[in-house]
């Protein structure tokens, strides 16, 4: 397992250097992963119901390929997986994408 889990952390951060340059990466027959950035808006913090600005940032968002959906979606079960993995990957490059802009902003 631990050599699965460093060629997965290669695979990531190549990933996540790509989008630190290019702000898209394709993996063919996979999906697109892409950054964006979205726009602050005005918010309301749900604890005390103070209102707060939100500031824009860059976030990344991940579209898989429709050969891979059709091949995952047969089931019900591996529906729910593939549903799991996506959010999971973009939730996980995300968050690392966000630290290696601000990283670079400085």
């Known amino acids: 397992y631990v050599e699965i889990e460093k060629i997965v952390n290669e695979v990531l951060s190549e990933i996540i250097c790509g989008l630190s340059e290019d702000g898209k990466v394709v993996l063919t027959g996979f999906g697109t992963f892409e950054k964006y950035y979205q726009e602050g808006y005005n918010g309301i913090n ?3 119901g103070e209102k707060l600005v939100v500031d824009g940032s860059y976030k990344v968002r ?3 390929r429709r050969s891979l959906k059709i091949l ?3 089931n ?3 529906k729910k997986k593939f549903v799991q993995c996506t959010n999971f990957l973009t939730f996980y490059i995300n968050n690392v994408a966000i ?3 601000k990283l670079l902003a400085k």
């Open 62 to 64: 991940f579209s898989s």
């Open 72 to 74: 995952l979606m047969n």
């Open 76 to 78: 019900k079960e591996s």
């Open 46 to 48: 749900p604890s005390t």
């Open 99 to 101: 630290r290696l802009i």
